[in-house]
């Protein structure tokens, strides 16, 4: 079993920016993608974007989420088992839970990357708010 432990979230003002870092634990070398989502009020949980690799050594696939459109950067270190997420040029718009999730797969397609149910374990979540 994998545990996921999210952190850094809070409020921000536009244009600033935030790093959420996702720690794992348990079997982790079997986790071959992580990925971020995020769920905003009443609305669905959308991709963010997504690491793959083949092996623990491996280089990662990274995907995003079209809205990212280059302000949000994933960095993944071996060493410490995180995933993290660089927020950057945040809008109000980016206000929402932010979710880490992992799977034992690997993956070469984003489409399959972005489906929330292909992922087997999730963090609970950490707040990020930009007031407008």
């Known amino acids: 079993q994998v545990q996921l432990a999210e952190s850094g979230g809070g409020l921000v003002q536009a244009g600033g920016s935030l790093r959420l870092s996702c720690a794992a634990s348990?079997?982790?070398?079997?986790?071959?993608?992580m990925a971020w989502f995020r769920q905003a009020p009443g609305k669905e949980r959308e991709f963010v974007g997504a690491m793959s690799w083949s092996g623990t050594l491996s280089p990662s696939r990274t995907y995003y989420a079209d809205f990212v459109k280059g302000r949000f950067t994933l960095v993944r270190d071996i060493s410490k088992k995180t995933a993290d997420l660089q927020l950057n040029r945040l809008k109000p718009e980016d206000t929402a839970v932010y979710y880490c999730a992992a799977t034992d797969q690997a993956t070469y397609d984003i489409s399959e990357a972005g489906r929330a149910r292909w992922y087997a374990h999730w963090g609970q979540g950490t707040q990020v708010t930009v007031p407008s």
């Open positions: 348990g079997r982790t070398s079997s986790s071959r993608t």
